[in-house]
């Protein structure tokens, strides 16, 4: 589900961008903000291509936990580099290939959240699912009930009317007295 959810908000985010920047000077540094963060054509396709990836990875738990590798990877190697680009990072041996991104410090602190979001959905276990009883039969007897019983729910089993003719514990127990 958070699969789903990253990856619908990353590709409205870069839908929303290509409607304000449109698809002129592509790598090049504008001046265009989308709710604080600075965008061009580039890294709106860049959160489109995230967008997608995220909506396709919702199938299973694995591509979902897989999604969540690469926002970690993928957005922490660009937090860094985005450090390096704003000077939070004295040292820039990537200089020579400028802001092709136009990152700003809005945008580190998002692909920050976003490498971090990215662990959490790759290292937190899947909830199990819940089985619940259906119509078309019992559930199957926990190892610590009886055989034929769910909670404190009596469910009939093939076996029930001997335990009731031997008068078992089950009777006694689950039944309201004659």
């Known amino acids: 589900m958070l699969a789903a959810l990253v990856g619908l908000v990353y590709l409205v985010g870069g839908i929303l961008g290509f409607l304000r920047t449109g698809f002129t000077a592509f790598t090049g540094n504008q001046h265009v903000m989308l709710i604080g963060f600075m965008i061009n054509p ?14 396709l ?3 299973t738990s694995v591509l979902s936990r897989t999604f969540g590798w690469l926002l970690f990877i993928g957005y922490g190697l660009l937090s860094a580099w985005g450090l390096m680009i704003t000077g939070v990072i004295t040292r820039n041996p990537v200089a020579g290939l400028g802001n092709p991104l136009n990152l700003n410090a809005a945008d580190n602190w998002l692909h920050i959240a976003t490498a971090l979001l990215g662990l959490v959905m790759a290292i937190v276990p899947a909830r199990k699912a819940i089985h619940v009883p259906t119509a078309a039969g019992p559930m199957p007897p926990s190892s610590h009930l009886p055989p034929g019983t769910y909670g404190t729910t009596a469910v009939p089993s093939a076996d029930d009317s001997q335990r009731r003719r031997r008068g078992s514990w089950f009777h006694r127990r689950h039944t309201a007295a004659p």
Do not use: E, K, S
Not at 42 to 55: A, D, K, M, Q, R
């Open 57 to 59: 990875c919702t199938t």
């Open 42 to 55: 580039l890294h709106n396709l860049v959160h489109v291509v995230v967008g997608f990836i995220g909506l």
